[in-house]
């Protein structure tokens, strides 16, 4: 079993930076990735940024290129995403999850979830 718990969030105006951290614990040994996805009212639950456990390589959507960095903090065991210019756009509840697949973007390949943190970027 693995246990994500995300924190940081809230709410910026356009153009500032935010900073979200998922806390990992359980049975690492056994993951391979973990990804933020976000989720929109109405809208599909999105890929955002993804870290390969093994090597902490990384891969983004198109949407967070340049503006998000997804990193791990091996000594608090955390996968953070700090995020810059922040747009309207990117108002949503974000989402640490962890899949025992190295390289997958696909939601449904993620087995373990955090509850999800709200970010509102005002205008």
């Known amino acids: 079993q693995v246990t994500l718990v995300e924190s940081g969030g809230g709410s910026v105006q356009a153009g500032g930076s935010l900073s979200l951290s998922c806390a990992v614990s359980?049975?690492?040994?056994?993951?391979?990735?973990v990804a933020w996805f976000r989720q929109a009212p109405t809208k599909e639950r999105e890929f955002v940024a993804k870290?390969?456990?093994?090597?902490?390589?990384?891969s983004y959507a198109d949407s967070a290129k340049g503006r998000f960095t997804i990193s791990r903090d091996n000594a608090k065991n955390t996968v953070n995403l700090s995020m810059n210019n922040l747009k309207p756009e990117d108002t949503a509840v974000y989402y640490c999850?962890?899949?025992?697949?190295?390289?997958?973007?696909?939601?449904?390949?993620?087995?373990?979830w955090g509850q999800g943190i709200q970010v509102t970027v005002s205008s």
């Open positions: 999850a962890a899949s025992p697949f190295s390289s997958t973007i696909d939601r449904r390949l993620y087995n373990y």
């Open positions: 359980g049975r690492t040994f056994s993951l391979s990735s």
């Open positions: 870290l390969r456990w093994s090597d902490t390589s990384t």
